[in-house]
């Protein structure tokens, strides 16, 4: 496999269900992003890892929850979520080494819908 | 605050044509201008960058233009197809390399 692969495509969850959102990077890259797209708004930064380690949470709340066990894997655990939270949840990871510019390469991004 | 402009509303043109996109900012000093591509219920891909210090750049079929007195970008594509209908996000990238986006403009290319 090449490339951002998210996982799952689509899900559909209760209020008080708990859930997770898993990506993976086959581009030896070392920065991971979560990023969520509403209807009609911009995209909105949630998390950056660095290297595994956290260096943006853009004020998500905490039913939102990361994991970057290592530079290839970025997790999103969902807990409690409101119907306000069903968006396109996009991973991107980035490369920080050699001539970096932030381009950004994105998964195909979960597609979450909360009842 | 950032502020990103792109126009909400949907372009239409004809195939062939030359279609042109427009980002405005406000309140930002960005080291690069993004530009990417996103279809329905895709993810976003990278299309091509221009620097703060350079006016133009060409791929193919696309330009972009960057004047940061204007703090304005305009992105072309030449000789459009109806498979060049999809939405085209601008993003701006300062120091700390996190791209912010705008919301994106529709293009629909009409056969």
């Known amino acids: 496999e090449t490339g951002v692969t998210q996982t799952p495509r689509h899900l559909v969850m209760g209020m008080t269900n708990k859930k997770s959102l898993k990506c993976e990077q086959h581009?030896?890259?070392?920065?991971m992003y979560w990023y969520k797209q509403s209807a009609k708004k911009p995209l909105e930064l949630m998390f950056v890892?660095?290297?595994?380690?956290?260096?943006e949470n853009n004020s998500v709340p905490s039913r939102f929850s990361p994991e970057c066990p290592n530079s290839s894997h970025l997790f999103l655990h969902l807990h409690t979520l409101q119907p306000e939270d069903s968006a396109l949840y996009l991973c991107?990871?980035?490369?920080?080494?050699?001539?970096?510019?932030?381009?950004?390469?994105f998964g195909e991004g979960s597609r979450l819908t909360v009842l | 605050s950032q502020k990103i402009e792109q126009n909400s509303e949907a372009l239409n043109i004809q195939e062939g044509k030359t279609a042109t996109l427009t980002c405005n900012y406000t309140?930002?000093?960005?080291?690069?201008l993004q530009w990417y591509r996103q279809d329905p219920g895709r993810g976003p891909v990278f299309l091509l960058l221009?620097?703060?210090?350079?006016k133009e750049k060409r791929k193919e079929r696309l330009k972009v233009t960057f004047d940061t007195t204007l703090k304005q970008s305009l992105f072309h594509i030449t000789a459009s197809q109806p498979a060049d209908s999809a939405t085209y996000l601008c993003?701006?990238?300062?120091?700390?390399?996190?791209?912010?986006f705008g919301r994106g403009t529709s293009l629909i290319v009409h056969p």
């Open positions: 991107a990871s980035r490369s920080t080494s050699g001539r970096d510019t932030g381009e950004l390469f």
């Open positions: 581009l030896g890259h070392n920065a």
């Open positions: 890892y660095n290297f595994k380690e956290q260096t």
């Open positions: 309140n930002y000093s960005p080291a690069y």
């Open positions: 221009i620097r703060e210090n350079e």
């Open positions: 993003a701006l990238v300062g120091g700390s390399y996190i791209p912010t």
